[in-house]
T-cell receptor, first 112, second 114 residues
Framework: AQSVTQLGSHVSVSEGALVLLRCNYSSSVPPYLFWYVQYPNQGLQLLLKYTTGATLVKGINGFEAEFKKSETSFHLTKPSAHMSDAAEYFCAVRNTGNQFYFGTGTSLTVIP | DSGVTQTPKHLITATGQRVTLRCSPRSGDLSVYWYQQSLDQGLQFLIQYYNGEERAKGNILERFSAQQFPDLHSELNLSSLELGDSALYFC?????????????FGSGTRLTVV
C-alpha cells in the first residue's frame, strides 16, 4: 500500500533562509510524486511533479524537489524564503491505479 | 482562477439535513474527483467520475452520493448530516481518467453542520 509521511507539521523559517519540507513515501512500484500548496481559503495548487526522467524537478515560485529512490524521499526546497511562501504544503503519491495519497501537510511560516 | 468552479463557497446547515455541492471541471477535463479535508483526517479521497461514469471509490460514506452529468459538471450529495461532516469539500479535475499530471483543484466548499 502507498502512504506519504511529511515530517514536521509546522516549519518556521526566516525570510531569505532556505526552505526544506520533508516528504517520504512508501510505494511498491515507481511512484508519481507531487507537491501541492494551499493558501488560506483556497484550493490546492500544483507546485511540481515527478513522473519519470530527471530526478531533480523544478516547479513554480522557485521551488524544486529531488526524487531519491534509495531514500524513498521527495523533499521540497527553495533557496530563499519569501513572505508570500507562507502556506500549507502537501506531498502526494499516485500509484499506477490512479489512487492519490496525500500527506497530512506542513504549515510553513516565514518570519520577517 | 484554476478553472474548476465550486459552489457554494460556504454552507451552514443543521444536523439531519441534506445538501448538494456542485462542481464544474476545467474546460476539456473529463474526470472529476471529490475530496474531503478535515483537521483530523486530512485530505480523504471520496469518489471519481470519468465522462459520466463512476471510476473509483474511496472513503465515501453511504450517506454521501455523487454523479456526473452529460455536461460534465458533478454534484456531491450529503444526507443525514452529522456534526462530524463539517469539513472542506474539494473538487478536482483532470483531462483523462488517469491523472498522471496531477489534479486541478477548485477552491472548495466549506460545510458547517450545526
Amino acid at each position: 500500500a502507498q502512504s506519504v509521511t511529511q515530517l514536521g507539521s509546522h516549519v518556521s523559517v526566516s525570510e531569505g533562509a532556505l526552505v526544506l519540507l520533508r516528504c517520504n513515501y512508501s510505494s511498491s512500484v515507481p511512484p508519481y510524486l507531487f507537491w501541492y500548496v494551499q493558501y488560506p481559503n483556497q484550493g490546492l495548487q500544483l507546485l511540481l511533479k515527478y513522473t519519470t526522467g530527471a530526478t531533480l524537478v523544478k516547479g513554480i515560485n522557485g521551488f524544486e524537489a529531488e526524487f531519491k529512490k534509495s531514500e524513498t524521499s521527495f523533499h521540497l526546497t527553495k533557496p530563499s524564503a519569501h513572505m508570500s511562501d507562507a502556506a500549507e504544503y502537501f506531498c502526494a503519491v499516485r500509484n499506477t491505479g490512479n489512487q492519490f495519497y496525500f500527506g497530512t501537510g506542513t504549515s510553513l511560516t516565514v518570519i520577517p | 482562477d484554476s478553472g474548476v468552479t465550486q459552489t457554494p463557497k460556504h454552507l451552514i446547515t443543521a444536523t439531519g439535513q441534506r445538501v448538494t455541492l456542485r462542481c464544474s471541471p476545467r474546460s476539456g477535463d473529463l474526470s472529476v474527483y471529490w475530496y474531503q479535508q478535515s483537521l483530523d483526517q486530512g485530505l480523504q479521497f471520496l469518489i471519481q467520475y470519468y465522462n459520466g461514469e463512476e471510476r473509483a471509490k474511496g472513503n465515501i460514506l453511504e450517506r454521501f452520493s455523487a454523479q456526473q452529468f452529460p455536461d460534465l459538471h458533478s454534484e456531491l450529495n450529503l444526507s443525514s448530516l452529522e456534526l462530524g461532516d463539517s469539513a472542506l469539500y474539494f473538487c478536482a479535475s483532470s483531462p483523462s481518467g488517469m491523472a498522471e499530471g496531477g489534479y486541478t483543484f477548485g477552491s472548495g466548499t466549506r460545510l458547517t453542520v450545526v
